[in-house]
């Protein structure tokens, strides 16, 4: 394969490990995004229970206190659902971890061998060099001796 086709190769592969590291901060952005909502809706809750024993202990209507105490069980609800929802997060992360990884390999392989065949070609050009010398050198002895 040529240089110039493992270069165009080179540089699709790290346009693909860019594409891949953005994917992988935009998921970490996400659940990161995710945890402070959890946080904001943990966080009202709490005051929604602070709320609801300060105006228990004033008194409250059976009717009143149901209604509070339904509306905690939904908050109850919605929180369930969002931890269960930060598995997916994770999740993605891991998967575009695992992917930024591959395309970073893939990327150093390429690197790897265009450099290997750098040296394997100035290598060649130092044995011709070094041939070439040779054979001017047995010229000049070959024309001394004459």
Known sequence: MSNNALNLILEHAKEEEHQASLALNQ???ERQ???QQLQQIEQYRLDYCKQLST???EGLTASSYGHLQKFLTQLDETLAKQKEAGHQFEF???QCSEHW?????KRRSIEWLLEKKQTERQKMLDRQEQKMMDEFSTLQFARRNL
């Open 27 to 29: 998921a970490r952005i």
């Open 101 to 105: 990884n591959e395309v970073r390999k």
């Open 92 to 94: 993605q992360i891991e």
């Open 33 to 35: 995004n995710y945890l």
């Open 55 to 57: 105006r228990g202990q």
